[in-house]
């Protein structure tokens, strides 16, 4: 061999018929290292062969390796570079693997290598290898036989998915078609699963019925693409005409329904797996299904789950603590998250983040503290999830010093760049605390335009404070700011103009917003009895009971006012006269809920209601009356935080 020294490519004649420059120094090394006593010195290369068919570890192979090249092996073994480059590739030593190959001795590699390495580096991200070699392949001269087959289609289909490169797997698709070859079952399960990840549902599901036969992974993949795609409608469909669902299918439909805020459905196909011998609840069903009682505030489901776990014996990892911290909170139970959260040996940056925006919902904020404090002397780093939960804390307890330092020291301690979250949670912290021009001041100097939510938080800080100079001054700049384009602000403005009396600034707005219909978010209430889930909405009617419920409410309400509750009509739309206003504000969905509360269960029990909105101030108000005239305790999570109306009062203190 001519081994320069010094030199890092060495030239192989054993590989190379005289052409090759393959041989790492590593190699080289390892020629220089086999002495007669080494098992893996073996001159014979049907042996060397025969070594390689045991798939030796990376120095092993990299001896061996050497030796072929030493020994001029290929010549008598043309078999050999095939077999090294399998071994390299199931070393994850690509780089080595794909040196070989472009070195590839004449005739061309076969088929069943470029498949090889096709595949194996389409399990790379950000890597344009697959494509190359599969155009590199499509040039081969005709002659040589060598062409593309069906796996090899679905390699690169696969790799256009990791990709994100929908534009060369059409190409691909097409070639397919062309080929014969896209109702193969591992072609069309690689192009379902492309399309479904770029979300062209209908392509996807073109494929599917093309195909001539299924497996699991065809209906699962399309299953999962309308899942993920929010089309929960869809995948209903393809779930009940899968042959044998597992619980990979049934944890596609659980998790599709809690993304797409569907918690109700999502509980009800929990429990349908449950009847279902074949299949057992793992890991990411049981933390779907605890997402969606955190959601509803389903306490005695999530109860239920939690002595599910413990009689299954499934193993309490660190996310399904996260899950039972995060749901015990959200229903108000703090004490439970806590003792799961003290019950950890270990805990994770996740377990700290469910504890601590859990006591931040519940207005803990010196808790909240405590805990991330704890956290810092542990040596766990809080990521912005975790900052978002502890500034929230300190915004529900007035903890203004505490909050800005860490909100100042983000960056610097912790690594976690501001974003447009955090400014938000520290402008609710500021105008909460009553220092509204400093807030309005950061919100100005912002590095990012303020979005809705930043400006609801100041305007809500002016009506705590009471200061309707400064409301008046921020809705000016508002609407500037909206003027110039700034999209989201119009339905704010228009809600602020009307919150503030003024009717001819509202009419200006609507104007302004022309034929782009703002839709405002829809408020909706939840309340669970006897296991049952009543959804509400404002002016609901969809409710079996509905009359009933309207009735009994105009009962509270009548009620309500003798115990001293005026109705506050100042954030309603501003179409309606005074009367209709009052209407307006009676029927929103937490006051039904209440209703139908009041109703159905017996007299002293709590009434726990979910909110996906902020709740307003006329509902704040009424709760409080109601609290009091029927001796009830009701707990109202919204989307801020939790209130506890009893006897009259508030826990939040009316500071939410
Ligand atoms: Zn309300
Ligand atoms: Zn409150």
């Known amino acids: 061999m001519h081994a320069s020294s010094g030199n890092k490519v060495i030239a192989l004649p054993g590989l190379t018929t005289g052409r090759l420059h393959f041989c790492s120094s590593t190699t080289f090394l390892a020629i220089r290292r086999s002495t007669k006593n080494d098992p893996f010195v073996q001159s014979n290369p049907k042996s060397l062969s025969e070594l390689l068919s045991h798939r030796p570890r990376l120095p092993q192979l990299k001896q061996i390796h050497a030796q072929v090249v030493v020994f001029q092996a290929v010549s008598s073994y043309p078999s050999l570079p095939d077999s090294l480059i399998h071994c390299y590739v199931s070393s994850k030593d690509l780089t080595s693997a794909r040196t070989l190959f472009n070195y590839y001795p004449f005739p061309p590699p076969p088929t069943l290598l470029w498949n090889i390495l096709i595949r194996a ?54 070639m397919a078609g062309k080929k014969g070859l896209e109702s193969d079952l591992y072609v069309g399960n690689a192009l379902i699963s492309m399309y479904s990840v770029f979300g062209k549902m209908e392509d996807a599901h073109k494929v599917f019925d093309e195909m001539s036969d299924w497996d699991v992974f065809s209906w699962t993949s399309l299953l999962c693409g309308y899942a993920k795609h929010g089309d929960m409608c869809r995948a209903c469909e393809i779930f009940v005409q899968i042959p044998v669902r597992n619980s990979v299918s049934w944890t596609v439909m659980i998790s599709g329904f809690v993304g797409a805020g569907k918690y109700v459905e999502a509980l009800n196909n929990f429990h349908d797996m449950l009847c279902d011998d074949k299949v057992q609840a793992n890991e990411a069903i049981i933390v779907c299904a605890l997402s969606a009682c955190a959601h509803l505030g389903a306490l005695d489901q999530g109860n239920w789950i939690h002595v599910y776990i413990g009689k299954l014996r499934i193993p309490e990892s660190s996310n ?56 810092l002397a542990e040596n766990v780093d809080p990521n912005e999830v975790t900052l978002l939960g502890v500034l929230n804390g300190c915004s529900h307890s007035g903890l203004v010093e505490d909050g800005s330092s860490i909100f100042y020291n983000m960056e610097s301690l912790w690594g976690v760049m501001p974003k447009i979250e955090h400014y938000g949670c520290y402008v609710d912290l500021l105008s909460r605390a009553g220092c509204l021009e400093r807030a309005f001041d950061m919100v100005k100097s912002m590095p990012m335009n303020p979005d809705i939510v930043i400006w609801r938080a100041l305007l809500n800080g002016c009506r705590i404070h009471r200061n309707a100079n400064l409301a008046e001054c921020i809705v000016n700049h508002i609407g500037q700011v909206v003027s110039r384009g700034c999209n989201g602000g119009e339905v704010l403005l228009s809600n602020l103009y009307a919150s503030l009396g003024r009717w001819e600034g509202v009419a200006q707005v609507r104007k302004l917003m022309g034929e782009r219909k703002a839709e405002s978010n829809l408020g909706l209430s939840w309340i669970e009895l006897g296991g049952v889930f009543h959804e509400f909405q404002v002016a609901d009617s969809l409710h079996p009971q509905i009359t009933e419920i309207r009735h009994k409410l105009k009962e509270v309400m009548e009620k309500a006012r003798l115990g001293g509750y005026v109705a506050n009509t100042m954030q309603v739309s501003f179409d309606l006269n005074e009367e209709d206003k009052e209407q307006a504000v009676a029927w929103h969905s937490e006051k039904l809920a209440v209703a139908f509360a009041l109703m159905s269960t017996p007299p002293g029990t709590s009434i726990r209601i979910v909110k996906n909105l902020r709740t307003c101030e006329d509902c704040h108000t009424a709760l409080k009356a109601i609290s009091k005239v029927y001796g009830r305790e009701i707990i109202v999570r919204d989307r801020s935080r939790f209130h506890s109306f009893r006897q009259g009062d508030c826990s939040c203190n009316d500071y939410w």
Request: some cysteine; charged content about 20%; proline content about 3%.
């Open 121 to 174: 580096h389409s399990k790379l991200r950000n890597c344009q290898e697959p494509f190359k070699l599969f155009r590199q392949m499509l040039a081969l001269d005709p002659a040589s036989l060598v062409f593309p087959d069906k796996y090899t289609f679905t390699f690169v289909v696969t790799s256009c998915s990791h990709q994100a490169d929908l534009v060369n797997g059409e190409i691909v698709h097409g």
């Open 320 to 375: 399904i603590c996260t899950a039972l911290i995060d749901t015990y909170a959200k229903c108000g139970r703090i004490d439970c998250a806590t003792r799961v959260f003290n019950g950890l040996s270990r805990r994770d940056v996740h377990n700290y983040t469910s504890m601590i925006s859990g006591l931040a919902i519940h207005g803990l904020g010196k808790d909240a503290l405590h805990v991330f404090h704890q956290m």
